[in-house]
């Protein structure tokens, strides 16, 4: 299982998530604390936004604590919204095409989960992306098919509802032609304006979800494991729930149940 760190708000130095903090998520690829794996160190990514609609995007194989580009950036780059990613593979190769986060256009995307028995069905499952997106497809993971679908789905005039629908249209595959457990997902993405982030599982264990306020009320940091051990002010979110952020504001939802259906 992977762990991510996701921000936005006023703009701050990407280390304040990623390198600086204790539990920061650099700490998490070597010592992760609520995962099967303490350790993530499958690649890690990085998107944020600066002045421009569309993010910038940075990849690579190293694992989180011995990349130096990475330490680099996050030092010197302030921005108002960014998602980082630390990868533990659940089959796929270790590759730059299978890292998190996706991007496409303004959108950019991460998942932490599994959708059971991917690799029985993946061929099928790639045959339902379009022929329009189908060149985006650089690598072989369930992850990044989830965000092609949502992108299909209508993820830019339906954020929530797209992505909702592509978990259940993955979900429906596994059961179909899969295995169990059939979907287990905590995924964030963002248009650099609003963070959106889902918590779903088709059985009782669902991947964790934090939020918090920062301390000096700008912006959210939503997280895999609070980012100090034993520190206070952090909420989970529900299994199941969807929330929406903006700089100043959360909401919450439930996610609609889903149609047990055949693929």
């Not at 910038?56 to 960014?82: E, I, Q």
């Not at 993971?141 to 992505?163: K, W």
Request: aromatic share 10%; charged share 20%.
């Amino acid at each position: 299982m992977c762990r991510w760190a996701a921000y936005i708000g006023a703009p701050v130095y990407i280390e304040s998530l990623v390198t600086s903090p204790g539990h920061s998520l650099t700490h998490q690829s070597r010592a992760a604390s609520e995962c099967k794996t303490s350790l993530n160190g499958d690649g890690t990514g990085l998107a944020w936004y600066g002045d421009r609609a569309e993010p910038g995007l940075y990849r690579d194989v190293y694992p989180a604590w011995s990349d130096t580009n990475l330490m680099s950036l996050c030092r010197t780059v302030k921005s108002h919204a960014f998602m980082a990613h630390v990868r533990a593979s659940t089959g796929s190769a270790t590759s730059r095409n299978n890292c998190h986060p996706f991007v496409h256009g303004r959108w950019s995307f991460m998942h932490n989960g599994q959708v059971g028995g991917f690799d029985g069905f993946r061929r099928r499952a790639d045959m339902g992306v379009p022929e329009a997106l189908y060149p985006y497809r650089k690598g072989a993971t369930d992850s990044e098919l989830l965000f092609l679908y949502a992108l299909e789905e209508g993820l830019e005039r339906a954020p929530e509802a797209a992505m909702i629908a592509a978990h259940n249209r993955l979900e429906a595959m596994s059961r179909t032609y899969g295995c169990a457990p059939h979907l287990r997902s905590s995924a964030a993405w963002t248009d650099g304006e609003r963070l959106f982030v889902l918590r779903s599982s088709s059985d009782e264990i669902a991947p964790t979800v934090y939020y918090r306020r920062t301390s000096d009320g700008a912006g959210w940091s939503v997280v895999s494991e609070p980012l100090e051990i034993g520190q206070e002010g952090w909420t989970a979110l529900p299994a199941g729930h969807l929330a929406v952020f903006t700089q100043s504001e959360i909401a919450i939802s439930p996610l609609p149940a889903v149609q047990r259906v055949a693929a």
